[in-house]
């Protein structure tokens, strides 16, 4: 049940992103709101179907109630991204925020956290992987902003005040911004496991359609900023960043499929009178 109801929500909202360069105007914009929700129903549906409330309400205290503070504080003295302001285009706002900020925040905290329990799992010493862990789920979210402020900023939907520093071929967004990322991912990552428990130490089967969302986001992205969304500065960048943590991501599972063919293969029955070399 959990593995059909998230497939189905993982289906609906790549269809919604696809339609995404297909769009302009106050239609882009609700297509914008309408997959940040579904993408945030997707993560927190997710994490209550497969591990309970108590990690969903985490991931909801963290990701959405922590990513609405920062973000207000941020609006408010320019500290930790730099000064900037939203637009009217997201939706209603509080204390200067559209409401569905936080929302996407939560969205891509779940995943790039399995992502990284997936790829810290098994050895090491228990610090060894916390830090690991944090490390990667940091990097695995924060990178994707090298993504998707590009692609706000490029719209309209929110800008900075001053853009002093900015990135090589990424115009109108200061570096401060990107550290500012680093900073509320790494505090957190760190706040999501004493506060979820020790059920979101593991993954599993039922993780399969968050991990294929991170791998979708990623590859996704590079494609629709290259090719679709005029922005090639930012799939360069966004392919580099999030690069540390899908990359790795990608090779684990399909060295899992290989382990899994090799020993169904070993495993396969041979019926008597068949030459099996033929």
Same mark, same amino acid.
């Given at each position: 049940?959990?593995?059909?109801?998230?497939?189905?929500?993982?289906?609906?909202?790549?269809?919604?992103?696809?339609?995404?360069?297909?769009?302009?105007?106050?239609?882009?914009?609700?297509?914008?709101?309408?997959?940040?929700?579904?993408?945030?129903?997707?993560?927190?549906?997710?994490?209550?179907?497969?591990?309970?409330?108590?990690?969903?309400a985490?991931?909801?205290?963290?990701?959405?109630?922590?990513?609405?503070?920062i973000?207000?504080?941020?609006?408010?003295?320019?500290?930790?991204? *730099?000064?900037?302001?939203?637009?009217?285009?997201?939706?209603?706002?509080?204390?200067?925020?559209?409401?569905?900020?936080?929302?996407?925040?939560?969205?891509?905290?779940?995943?790039?956290?399995?992502?990284?329990?997936?790829?810290?799992?098994?050895?090491?010493?228990?610090? *060894?992987?916390?830090?690991?862990?944090?490390?990667?789920?940091?990097?695995?979210?924060?990178?994707?902003?090298?993504?998707?402020?590009?692609?706000?900023?490029?719209?309209?939907?929110?800008?900075?005040?001053?853009?002093?520093?900015?990135?090589?071929?990424?115009?109108?967004?200061?570096?401060?911004?990107?550290?500012?990322?680093?900073?509320?991912?790494?505090?957190?990552?760190?706040?999501?496991?004493?506060?979820? *428990?020790?059920?979101?130490?593991?993954?599993?089967?039922?993780?399969?359609?968050?991990?294929?969302?991170?791998?979708?986001?990623?590859?996704?992205?590079?494609?629709?900023?290259?090719?679709?969304?005029?922005?090639?500065?930012?799939?360069?960048? *966004?392919?580099?960043?999030?690069?540390?943590?899908?990359?790795?991501?990608?090779v684990?599972l399909?060295?899992?499929?290989r382990a899994?063919?090799?020993?169904?293969?070993?495993?396969?029955?041979?019926?008597?009178?068949?030459?099996?070399?033929?």
């Open positions: 049940m959990t593995r059909r109801i998230s497939w189905t929500l993982l289906a609906v909202l790549v269809l919604a992103q696809i339609c995404y360069p297909l769009t302009t105007g106050a239609t882009r914009a609700g297509l914008t709101v309408a997959t940040v929700v579904l993408g945030w129903l997707l993560s927190v549906g997710h994490a209550l179907l497969s591990r309970g409330p108590r990690v969903a985490a991931l909801v205290a963290v990701a959405t109630g922590g990513g609405f503070a973000e207000a504080i941020g609006v408010a003295t320019g500290v930790p991204f *730099g000064s900037y302001d939203y637009s009217g285009e997201l939706g209603p706002k509080l204390a200067g925020v559209p409401l569905i900020i936080p929302l996407a925040w939560t969205w891509m905290a779940w995943p790039a956290w399995l992502t990284a329990v997936r790829l810290t799992g098994g050895s090491g010493s228990p610090v *060894g992987r916390w830090v690991g862990r944090i490390a990667l789920a940091t990097v695995g979210l924060a990178a994707w902003d090298l993504f998707l402020d590009p692609q706000m900023v490029a719209e309209g939907y929110w800008v900075w005040r001053d853009a002093t520093g900015a990135l090589p071929g990424l115009p109108g967004i200061p570096v401060s911004n990107y550290l500012g990322w680093l900073l509320f991912a790494v505090l957190m990552m760190s706040a999501l496991r004493p506060l979820a *428990g020790p059920t979101a130490e593991h993954t599993d089967r039922r993780d399969h359609p968050m991990i294929a969302l991170y791998l979708w986001t990623y590859f996704s992205s590079i494609l629709a900023h290259a090719v679709f969304l005029d922005l090639p500065a930012s799939a360069l960048w *966004g392919a580099a960043g999030m690069s540390v943590t899908a990359v790795p991501l990608a684990a399909l060295r899992a499929r899994r063919d090799s020993v169904r293969a070993n495993h396969q029955p041979h019926r008597p009178g068949v030459d099996a070399t033929r």
